[in-house]
């Protein structure tokens, strides 16, 4: 091989890896306000991946955004609601609360929250919302020009309206804003799959789960709902509505 040819295959080959990585790291996405009140985005990458757009930020009432994922990124998004922030960042939010910034930083979200999880793979993305942590908002995700299943996860029952009394966290303006995991609120092995529960043939729909299952059939209800609640796709880009 000749110094030109030599030296445009490698031209060619680098300008194939461009291309490349560009058709891996294409994935978009779009985030929406549909509720009637403003919504504080959460985000939490997975070890090992970047946080993207410092973890939080506001979105009004009919607010759209799309947020472009890196190559194999991992990680959960949720909804925060009742926020107050000052103008460093600082403040509180009534659900979902991610240490008392506006900026999570790659800090989980205090629950009850509805997650969505998303992880994308070099052959086929695998998604779900759960409801493993509790619930304070809906929370959809729909695929776009994927290939594959692509079936769209979600809760967009408002389920505050039908939380168990034990489970309910209440506000004194808003009366329940979030509906507690009955593994958070009696810390028991049974409720948490753990110990001599921490298997899929031990951790059995309880009669909490189940409520949140009959109300939302494609979502997690507890730690071990995987036949009925992940779903795959290859090559799409993702919708995540919050409300309806």
Request: hydrophobic share 30%; charged share 15%.
């Amino acid at each position: 091989m000749d110094l030109n040819t030599h030296t445009l295959l490698s031209s060619f080959l680098v300008l194939l890896s461009a291309i490349t990585v560009v058709q891996v790291s294409s994935t978009t996405i779009t985030l929406r306000n549909k509720c009637n009140h403003p919504v504080w985005p959460a985000i939490q990458p997975g070890s090992g991946h970047p946080v993207l757009r410092c973890g939080g930020f506001h979105m009004a009432p009919g607010e759209t955004t799309a947020l472009r994922l890196p190559p194999l990124w991992s990680g959960r998004l949720w909804g925060r609601q009742g926020c107050n922030f000052d103008a460093t960042g600082k403040g509180t939010c009534a659900t979902g609360d991610c240490g008392g910034s506006l900026y999570c930083n790659g800090l989980g979200g205090a629950p009850p929250a509805t997650l969505a999880e998303i992880t994308l793979g070099a052959e086929q993305d695998f998604y779900d919302v759960s409801l493993v942590d509790g619930y304070n908002l809906p929370i959809s995700i729909l695929p776009v020009r994927g290939k594959g299943r692509c079936a769209y996860a979600g809760c967009v029952r408002d389920l505050n309206v039908m939380c168990p009394v034990a489970l309910q966290v209440r506000s004194q303006e808003k009366g329940v804003v979030g509906c507690k995991s009955a593994c958070l609120t009696f810390n028991s092995p049974r409720y948490c799959c753990t110990g001599s529960y921490g298997s899929p043939q031990s951790c059995k729909p309880t009669s909490y789960s189940k409520i949140f299952k009959t109300a939302c059939p494609k979502a997690y209800s507890y730690a071990y709902d995987d036949p009925t609640s992940i779903s795959t796709c290859t090559g799409g880009d993702y919708i995540l509505t919050f409300c309806r």
